[in-house]
């Protein structure tokens, strides 16, 4: 799936999470000392980062003493990432960034309530971020085990049910076996993305062009992240 900004060509940008294309690889925006400040940037930022993680040239970027010392005054993260739990996939080492340069919050399966929706939140509204993103990811243990207990009817112990019933919604039942959880974890993907950009204050900022809420995928087997809406 080609991962270029769709719907929002309005942005006015064909560099996006994943390609393989030249002109998105290169150097970063912190290339020129600027921090990206908008959707665009901040999407050719995160998109370079995956490249040379997936290529094995990594920078591990803002690291230094004087990075670090800078941030104890402030901070001003470009995106948000909204990622699962599991341990194989860190933003931080996907997209190649270092200290004060994401928002990460993390639940399993993506699955928003309250506290992860105004932590997703915070970012944008009280600091101007730029992009949220939604990464799902290949082979998600929290998609799995959701699809699994629904074709099963049996519950799962303690709070994993909680998570499971949030994500039993998007399984696709056109799908069986393997091809289900694949389908699925996109498809809750594109259901978090949706209930992001539905909420009012975000999607106030959308429609002013100064957000940007995207749906993406890492796949454990390229290190690759693609675009999924």
Sequence with gaps: MRAGLTGAAALGTTAALGTDSASAAPATTRASGRRPSTPEEALRELAAGNQRWRTYRERHPDESPAV??????????????????D???????VFDQGLGDLFTVRSAGEVLDEAVLG???YGPLELGTPLIVVLGHQSCGAVTAAVKA?????????????????????????????????????ANVRAVRARLAA???LAAKVAAGELAVVGARYELTT?????VC
Excluded: M
Aim: aromatic share 2%; glycine share 6%.
């Design 87 to 93: 341990s194989r996939v860190p933003p931080e080492l």
């Design 150 to 186: 629904d074709a099963s009817g049996e519950r799962l112990p303690a709070s994993l049910q909680y998570l499971a019933d949030r994500i039993a919604p998007n399984i696709d039942h056109t799908k069986e076996g393997d091809a289900r959880v694949d389908s699925t974890i996109d």
């Design 223 to 227: 290190q690759r992240v693609h675009r």
């Design 68 to 85: 670090r010392q800078s941030l104890t005054s402030g901070q001003h993260p470009f995106a948000v990432v909204l990622g699962c739990i």
């Design 199 to 201: 909420e009012p204050d």
């Design 119 to 121: 932590s997703v939140a």
